[in-house]
């Protein structure tokens, strides 16, 4: 008889403490998945928080990318527009003088002699050659003279009273001003009218 109690003493020992176990298994397991579950939420929102970030980066990025490559085609447009400026500078004083040593021959001189009116006819054919490659290339010729003074374009060398014309109007043309492709070249030197 002695080995049964044994059993029997063990059994119910056995048996009250399994479900101890088992309970607190239980609990233990439940806990751990709504922990296990909040963290995995708690992860996920991390990840889409960081997803987000990213995304916002990336279109960021991109943007600045479509900007730069836009400033870029604009900047070469303007270098491929704008790039003779230099040139056309110096070239400038060139055609002024064309224009002078035009405007310096008498007419009366160039009627009378024959030799001179070919060399007149022969540097006003070279001005206009000029003139033609100015304007293939976007240079034009401000003769403004008539307009309205305008400081972006002209520059008052001196005002004439007198006029009959308003205040402020371009009444003489000291020296032509130029501009390529709108951007001013040289502004053209001019005779304003004063207003009485």
Same mark, same amino acid.
């Given at each position: 008889?002695?080995?049964?109690?044994?059993?029997?003493?063990?059994?119910?020992?056995?048996?009250?403490?399994?479900?101890?176990?088992?309970?607190? &298994?239980?609990?233990?397991? $439940?806990?751990?998945? +709504? =922990? #296990? *579950?909040?963290?995995?939420?708690?992860?996920? %929102?991390?990840? @889409?928080?960081?997803?987000?970030?990213?995304?916002?980066?990336?279109?960021?990025?991109?943007?600045?990318?479509?900007?730069?490559?836009?400033?870029?085609?604009?900047?070469?447009?303007?270098?491929?527009?704008?790039?003779?400026?230099?040139?056309?500078?110096?070239?400038?004083?060139?055609?002024?003088?064309?224009?002078?040593?035009?405007? &310096?021959?008498?007419?009366? $001189?160039?009627?009378? +002699? =024959? #030799? *001179?009116?070919?060399?007149?006819?022969?540097? %006003?054919?070279? @001005?206009?050659?000029?003139?033609?490659?100015?304007?293939?290339?976007?240079?034009?010729?401000?003769?403004?003279?008539?307009?309205?003074?305008?400081?972006?374009?002209?520059?008052?060398?001196?005002?004439?009273?007198?006029?009959?014309?308003?205040?402020?109007?371009?009444?003489?043309?000291?020296?032509?001003?130029?501009?390529?492709?709108?951007?001013?070249?040289?502004? $053209?030197?001019?005779?304003? =009218?004063?207003?009485?």
């Amino acid at each position: 008889m002695s080995a049964e109690p044994r059993p029997e003493a063990t059994e119910p020992e056995t048996g009250a403490a399994r479900p101890e176990v088992e309970g607190v &298994a239980e609990s233990e397991a $439940a806990d751990g998945g +709504d =922990a #296990a *579950l909040t963290a995995a939420l708690e992860r996920i %929102a991390e990840l @889409e928080a960081e997803t987000a970030k990213l995304k916002d980066q990336t279109l960021r990025a991109m943007a600045e990318t479509e900007n730069i490559r836009r400033r870029s085609e604009r900047e070469r447009e303007d270098t491929a527009k704008y790039a003779i400026s230099g040139f056309a500078k110096s070239l400038l004083d060139a055609a002024d003088n064309l224009r002078r040593a035009i405007d &310096a021959v008498p007419a009366e $001189a160039v009627e009378a +002699d =024959a #030799a *001179l009116k070919t060399l007149v006819d022969g540097v %006003a054919a070279t @001005e206009r050659q000029l003139l033609a490659a100015f304007e293939r290339h976007g240079v034009t010729r401000i003769e403004p003279v008539g307009e309205t003074f305008d400081p972006n374009f002209h520059q008052a060398m001196f005002e004439l009273p007198g006029t009959g014309k308003p205040s402020g109007t371009v009444v003489q043309v000291v020296q032509p001003g130029y501009v390529l492709q709108g951007r001013l070249l040289r502004p $053209a030197m001019v005779g304003v =009218a004063r207003g009485e």
